[in-house]
Protein backbone atom coordinates (compact mmCIF):
# COMPACT_ATOMS: atom_id res chain seq x y z
CA UNK A 1 0.00 0.00 0.00
CA UNK A 2 1.29 3.27 -0.79
CA UNK A 3 2.75 5.90 1.93
CA UNK A 4 0.56 8.16 1.21
CA UNK A 5 -3.26 6.02 0.44
CA UNK A 6 -4.39 8.19 3.91
CA UNK A 7 -3.91 11.33 1.77
CA UNK A 8 -6.25 9.73 -1.37
CA UNK A 9 -8.70 8.32 1.39
CA UNK A 10 -8.83 12.20 2.96
CA UNK A 11 -9.89 13.68 -0.66
CA UNK A 12 -12.65 11.30 -1.62
CA UNK A 13 -13.97 11.89 2.30
CA UNK A 14 -13.43 15.70 1.84
CA UNK A 15 -15.82 15.43 -0.99
CA UNK A 16 -17.59 13.62 0.10
CA UNK A 17 -18.17 15.42 3.31
CA UNK A 18 -18.52 18.18 1.54
CA UNK A 19 -22.13 17.20 0.92
CA UNK A 20 -23.27 16.90 4.33
CA UNK A 21 -24.49 19.04 6.98
CA UNK A 22 -22.51 20.95 9.71
CA UNK A 23 -22.68 18.72 12.64
CA UNK A 24 -22.96 15.20 10.76
CA UNK A 25 -21.33 12.24 12.58
CA UNK A 26 -18.33 10.97 10.54
CA UNK A 27 -17.42 7.35 10.02
CA UNK A 28 -15.38 6.24 12.78
CA UNK A 29 -12.19 4.85 12.07
CA UNK A 30 -12.89 0.88 12.00
CA UNK A 31 -15.51 1.71 9.74
CA UNK A 32 -13.29 3.58 7.19
CA UNK A 33 -10.89 1.25 7.79
CA UNK A 34 -13.50 -1.60 6.67
CA UNK A 35 -14.41 0.85 3.65
CA UNK A 36 -11.31 1.15 2.01
CA UNK A 37 -9.44 -1.92 3.19
CA UNK A 38 -6.89 -0.34 4.77
CA UNK A 39 -5.01 -0.66 8.56
CA UNK A 40 -6.56 1.35 11.55
CA UNK A 41 -3.29 3.74 11.11
CA UNK A 42 -3.77 4.86 7.44
CA UNK A 43 -7.61 5.51 8.66
CA UNK A 44 -6.54 7.46 11.46
CA UNK A 45 -3.88 9.46 9.18
CA UNK A 46 -7.30 10.49 6.78
CA UNK A 47 -9.01 11.35 9.84
CA UNK A 48 -6.34 13.53 10.97
CA UNK A 49 -5.53 14.82 8.08
CA UNK A 50 -9.54 16.23 7.71
CA UNK A 51 -8.86 17.70 11.00
CA UNK A 52 -5.81 19.54 9.84
CA UNK A 53 -8.14 20.84 6.86
CA UNK A 54 -10.52 21.79 9.37
CA UNK A 55 -13.32 19.63 7.34
CA UNK A 56 -14.17 17.59 10.68
CA UNK A 57 -13.97 18.27 14.03
CA UNK A 58 -13.44 16.05 17.25
CA UNK A 59 -15.06 16.59 20.22
CA UNK A 60 -13.97 15.22 23.37
CA UNK A 61 -16.60 11.75 24.39
CA UNK A 62 -18.79 12.55 21.89
CA UNK A 63 -16.95 11.58 18.26
CA UNK A 64 -16.21 13.45 15.30
CA UNK A 65 -18.67 15.62 12.92
CA UNK A 66 -18.80 17.32 9.81
CA UNK A 67 -17.30 20.87 10.35
CA UNK A 68 -17.50 24.14 8.43
CA UNK A 69 -16.34 27.21 9.76
CA UNK A 70 -17.26 31.12 9.77
CA UNK A 71 -15.36 33.89 9.27
CA UNK A 72 -15.25 36.10 12.36
CA UNK A 73 -14.51 39.57 11.06
CA UNK A 74 -12.72 42.03 13.17
CA UNK A 75 -12.91 45.88 11.92
CA UNK A 76 -12.98 49.21 13.38
CA UNK A 77 -16.18 50.19 11.81
CA UNK A 78 -18.20 46.88 12.95
CA UNK A 79 -19.42 46.80 16.74
CA UNK A 80 -16.87 44.80 18.91
CA UNK A 81 -19.93 42.50 19.45
CA UNK A 82 -19.39 38.39 19.41
CA UNK A 83 -23.45 38.47 18.54
CA UNK A 84 -23.76 40.55 16.15
CA UNK A 85 -20.35 39.42 14.08
CA UNK A 86 -21.72 35.65 14.32
CA UNK A 87 -25.29 36.61 12.96
CA UNK A 88 -23.97 38.31 10.12
CA UNK A 89 -21.81 35.37 9.15
CA UNK A 90 -24.86 33.51 9.07
CA UNK A 91 -24.66 31.51 12.05
CA UNK A 92 -26.84 31.27 15.68
CA UNK A 93 -24.79 32.92 18.55
CA UNK A 94 -25.36 32.33 21.91
CA UNK A 95 -23.68 33.05 25.34
CA UNK A 96 -23.55 31.60 28.77
CA UNK A 97 -22.25 33.55 31.45
CA UNK A 98 -20.08 31.61 33.93
CA UNK A 99 -19.28 34.39 36.64
CA UNK A 100 -19.65 37.84 37.41
CA UNK A 101 -17.68 39.05 40.01
CA UNK A 102 -16.06 42.47 41.04
CA UNK A 103 -12.36 42.37 41.31
CA UNK A 104 -9.24 44.99 41.66
CA UNK A 105 -8.55 46.15 38.08
CA UNK A 106 -5.22 43.84 37.48
CA UNK A 107 -2.09 45.76 37.22
CA UNK A 108 -1.13 44.34 33.64
CA UNK A 109 -4.26 45.94 32.73
CA UNK A 110 -4.23 49.40 34.21
CA UNK A 111 -2.33 50.98 30.98
CA UNK A 112 -4.91 49.60 28.74
CA UNK A 113 -7.72 50.92 30.96
CA UNK A 114 -6.30 54.07 31.23
CA UNK A 115 -7.32 53.83 35.28
CA UNK A 116 -5.02 52.73 38.37
CA UNK A 117 -4.34 49.16 39.11
CA UNK A 118 -6.49 47.81 41.80
CA UNK A 119 -9.78 50.08 40.47
CA UNK A 120 -12.80 48.31 40.78
CA UNK A 121 -13.65 46.41 37.89
CA UNK A 122 -16.43 43.56 37.01
CA UNK A 123 -14.39 40.34 35.74
CA UNK A 124 -17.17 37.99 33.54
CA UNK A 125 -16.09 34.87 32.31
CA UNK A 126 -18.57 33.74 29.74
CA UNK A 127 -18.73 30.58 27.18
CA UNK A 128 -19.90 31.56 23.36
CA UNK A 129 -21.11 29.57 21.27
CA UNK A 130 -22.06 29.29 17.39
CA UNK A 131 -24.93 26.99 16.77
CA UNK A 132 -24.68 24.49 19.38
CA UNK A 133 -20.56 24.18 18.97
CA UNK A 134 -19.14 25.70 21.96
CA UNK A 135 -16.35 27.75 20.52
CA UNK A 136 -15.28 30.57 22.55
CA UNK A 137 -13.89 31.00 26.47
CA UNK A 138 -14.14 34.60 27.56
CA UNK A 139 -12.84 36.76 30.17
CA UNK A 140 -14.27 40.61 29.89
CA UNK A 141 -13.14 43.74 32.34
CA UNK A 142 -15.91 46.77 32.68
CA UNK A 143 -15.63 49.83 34.84
CA UNK A 144 -17.79 49.39 37.64
CA UNK A 145 -18.71 53.05 37.29
CA UNK A 146 -19.96 52.62 33.71
CA UNK A 147 -22.37 49.43 34.54
CA UNK A 148 -23.14 48.96 38.00
CA UNK A 149 -25.84 46.35 37.93
CA UNK A 150 -23.58 44.64 34.84
CA UNK A 151 -24.56 41.40 36.57
CA UNK A 152 -28.48 42.15 36.20
CA UNK A 153 -28.07 43.42 33.09
CA UNK A 154 -26.40 40.62 32.03
CA UNK A 155 -29.29 37.90 33.00
CA UNK A 156 -31.67 39.88 30.25
CA UNK A 157 -29.08 40.91 27.50
CA UNK A 158 -26.79 38.61 26.44
CA UNK A 159 -24.54 40.88 24.69
CA UNK A 160 -21.92 43.33 26.60
CA UNK A 161 -22.05 45.63 23.63
CA UNK A 162 -25.71 46.00 23.91
CA UNK A 163 -26.11 46.37 27.58
CA UNK A 164 -23.63 49.27 26.86
CA UNK A 165 -25.56 51.02 24.43
CA UNK A 166 -28.70 50.51 25.62
CA UNK A 167 -28.50 51.15 29.44
CA UNK A 168 -25.28 53.27 29.02
CA UNK A 169 -25.84 55.16 25.89
CA UNK A 170 -22.16 55.02 24.69
CA UNK A 171 -21.22 53.80 21.16
CA UNK A 172 -18.40 51.06 21.87
CA UNK A 173 -15.80 50.98 19.48
CA UNK A 174 -12.63 48.84 19.05
CA UNK A 175 -9.61 50.92 19.95
CA UNK A 176 -6.58 48.23 19.67
CA UNK A 177 -6.66 44.60 18.99
CA UNK A 178 -4.30 41.70 19.51
CA UNK A 179 -4.54 38.59 17.43
CA UNK A 180 -2.24 35.74 17.35
CA UNK A 181 -2.82 31.71 17.45
CA UNK A 182 -0.98 29.09 20.51
CA UNK A 183 -1.96 26.62 22.28
CA UNK A 184 -4.38 27.72 25.37
CA UNK A 185 -3.91 27.12 29.19
CA UNK A 186 -4.72 24.12 30.33
CA UNK A 187 -8.13 25.94 32.00
CA UNK A 188 -8.85 26.73 28.73
CA UNK A 189 -8.37 23.57 27.02
CA UNK A 190 -10.57 22.05 29.43
CA UNK A 191 -13.43 24.61 28.94
CA UNK A 192 -13.37 23.95 24.79
CA UNK A 193 -13.44 20.07 25.50
CA UNK A 194 -10.23 20.63 23.03
CA UNK A 195 -6.90 18.20 23.01
CA UNK A 196 -3.86 19.57 24.46
CA UNK A 197 -2.05 20.19 21.04
CA UNK A 198 -4.68 21.82 19.42
CA UNK A 199 -4.05 25.31 18.98
CA UNK A 200 -6.60 28.48 19.01
CA UNK A 201 -7.00 32.16 18.21
CA UNK A 202 -6.49 34.11 21.27
CA UNK A 203 -8.17 38.27 20.24
CA UNK A 204 -7.04 40.65 22.73
CA UNK A 205 -8.85 43.77 22.85
CA UNK A 206 -9.66 47.09 23.71
CA UNK A 207 -13.39 48.75 23.55
CA UNK A 208 -13.35 52.76 23.56
CA UNK A 209 -16.73 55.29 23.29
CA UNK A 210 -17.06 56.26 19.71
CA UNK A 211 -17.75 59.45 21.30
CA UNK A 212 -15.94 60.27 24.40
CA UNK A 213 -12.86 58.14 23.71
CA UNK A 214 -13.07 56.36 27.46
CA UNK A 215 -11.76 52.93 28.04
CA UNK A 216 -15.44 50.93 28.39
CA UNK A 217 -14.00 47.24 28.15
CA UNK A 218 -11.40 44.62 27.81
CA UNK A 219 -11.00 41.46 27.05
CA UNK A 220 -9.32 37.89 26.18
CA UNK A 221 -11.08 35.57 23.81
CA UNK A 222 -9.81 32.00 23.01
CA UNK A 223 -11.84 30.68 20.22
CA UNK A 224 -11.47 27.02 18.49
CA UNK A 225 -9.05 27.24 15.46
CA UNK A 226 -11.47 24.75 13.84
CA UNK A 227 -14.79 27.38 14.98
CA UNK A 228 -13.95 30.18 13.09
CA UNK A 229 -11.49 32.15 10.78
CA UNK A 230 -10.43 35.19 11.71
CA UNK A 231 -10.41 37.75 8.96
CA UNK A 232 -9.05 41.38 10.37
CA UNK A 233 -10.00 44.11 8.06
CA UNK A 234 -7.97 47.60 8.51
CA UNK A 235 -10.02 50.52 7.93
CA UNK A 236 -8.20 52.98 5.53
CA UNK A 237 -9.51 56.27 7.88
CA UNK A 238 -7.01 57.91 9.17
CA UNK A 239 -4.60 60.85 6.80
CA UNK A 240 -1.79 62.85 7.69
CA UNK A 241 -0.07 63.13 10.97
CA UNK A 242 -2.60 61.19 12.49
CA UNK A 243 -2.53 57.59 10.31
CA UNK A 244 1.02 57.96 10.33
CA UNK A 245 1.11 57.87 14.89
CA UNK A 246 3.56 55.41 16.63
CA UNK A 247 2.37 52.07 18.34
CA UNK A 248 2.95 52.53 22.36
CA UNK A 249 4.87 49.74 23.79
CA UNK A 250 4.82 47.25 20.77
CA UNK A 251 1.10 48.24 20.47
CA UNK A 252 -1.53 50.27 18.29
CA UNK A 253 -4.04 52.45 19.38
CA UNK A 254 -6.96 52.01 16.84
CA UNK A 255 -8.60 55.14 18.89
CA UNK A 256 -5.48 57.32 17.58
CA UNK A 257 -3.71 55.39 14.54
CA UNK A 258 -7.01 53.71 13.48
CA UNK A 259 -4.96 50.38 12.22
CA UNK A 260 -4.55 46.73 13.98
CA UNK A 261 -1.34 45.65 15.05
CA UNK A 262 -1.36 41.89 14.82
CA UNK A 263 0.32 38.82 15.85
CA UNK A 264 0.59 35.10 14.82
CA UNK A 265 -1.38 34.37 11.72
CA UNK A 266 -4.20 35.87 10.59
CA UNK A 267 -6.34 36.18 7.36
CA UNK A 268 -5.92 39.89 6.61
CA UNK A 269 -8.25 42.09 4.09
CA UNK A 270 -7.47 45.72 3.12
CA UNK A 271 -10.73 47.71 2.74
Not at 18 to 38: D, K, L
Not at 145 to 164: F, G, I, R, T, Y
Request: hydrophobic letters at 45%; glycine letters at 4%.
Amino acid sequence: MSATRYLDIAEQLSAELAECARGTRVASEAEIARRFGVGRAAARAAVKELERRFVVRRTQGSGTFVNRRIDYVISRSAPPSWSTTISAAGATPRALVKSVRTIPLPAHLAERFERPAGSPVHEVVREFYIDDLLASWVHEWIPIDEVPDLDLALHAVESVDQVLRQMVRVRPMRAWCRVSIDVPPAEVLRALRMDSSQPAWLVESVSRDDVIGNVLMCSRTWTRADAVRVVVELDERATGEEAVSEPVAGRTDLHRAQSLRIAGTVHTVMK
